[in-house]
């Protein structure tokens, strides 16, 4: 694992040094450079729950990753870069699913003159390290907010205030072995929305690209545009050229891909 391939990977070649500036130019660089994505979770590849298995497929392969992938890598970086760093086991949709969500989700925070909420691998929406108070950001073209609850949780939303999808954290280190837990079930289960839909989610220029199955969804700041992708060549186009993707087992993948999309999106079947 080297901190200069890394550095390659994501197009970064100013500085490197444990400050604020610096790790807000880190934070957008990697995430308009490596997409969030699930492929080998979707088909059912290996999927090791280690930063050297996350380097190699980010890095080394020049693919992206999920949350424990994107994070994990993250953490490692800054960690080689001198900040210090506090993995958090978060649970996402905790306001509807209850504890049973918390570990789902890895996120970081880092320790600077303030703490910083530091998460490259929430698909991508946030663009900056976000300091630890009550507060809604920019992070166009989405709004988060910072909020505090009652037991002591902090609720991130993405989408600003009181918005439904969101995720609870504790500013402390995480249990790892619940991260390692909710990682592997959320690689094993037949039910896991990483085992049943296809995702990939990219910043580039200023637009945020989300395809989740057939649906591409497009977002610039003020407007969106919709696509269906209607046929395998036209996904493995769409993986390659807008996020950089490769998949070799298209052809086995597809049948399951549209049937998911069938699902989601029954009023968009011809």
């Given amino acids: 694992m080297i ?3 890394y550095l390659k990977r994501i197009g970064f070649e100013g500085p490197v040094r444990p400050d604020l500036e610096t790790l807000n130019a880190l934070h957008e660089a990697h995430v308009r450079a490596v997409p969030f994505e699930n492929l080998d979770v979707h088909a059912e590849r290996s ?14 392969r020049g693919q992206g990753g999920w949350c424990y992938e994107m994070n994990s890598l993250f953490g490692w970086v800054l960690s080689e870069i001198g900040f ?25 925070l880092v320790h600077l003159d303030s703490d910083h909420l530091v998460d490259v691998g929430f698909g991508s929406s946030q663009i900056t390290g976000i300091s630890l108070d009550v507060a809604e950001t920019l992070h166009r073209p989405f709004r988060m907010a910072l909020t505090m609850r009652e037991d002591g949780y902090w609720r991130l939303h993405e989408g600003g205030w009181g918005s439904a999808m969101s995720y ?12 390692a837990q909710r990682h592997h079930e959320q690689v094993t ?39 269906v992708i209607e046929t395998a060549d036209e996904l493995l186009s769409v993986l390659d050229e807008l996020f950089g993707l490769t998949e070799p087992d298209m052809d086995r993948l597809w049948p399951a891909i549209q049937a998911r999309h069938r699902q989601l999106f029954p009023n968009t079947i011809r």
């Fill in 84 to 108: 210090e760093v506090t993995r958090l086991a978060a649970g996402v949709r905790r306001a509807s699913f209850g504890d049973e969500a918390l570990g789902n989700h890895l996120c970081l």
């Fill in 47 to 60: 999927v090791i729950f280690s930063v050297e298995a996350a380097y190699e497929q980010i890095v080394t």
């Fill in 189 to 227: 289960d037949p039910n896991s929305i990483f085992r049943k839909t296809l995702v990939a989610k990219i910043r580039r220029g200023r637009a945020y690209h989300a395809l989740r199955g057939c649906m591409l969804e497009t977002n610039w700041p003020g407007r969106k545009e919709t696509r």
């Fill in 168 to 179: 609870d954290f504790l500013a402390q280190a995480g249990d790892e072995a619940l991260l």
């Fill in 3 to 5: 901190l200069a391939d």
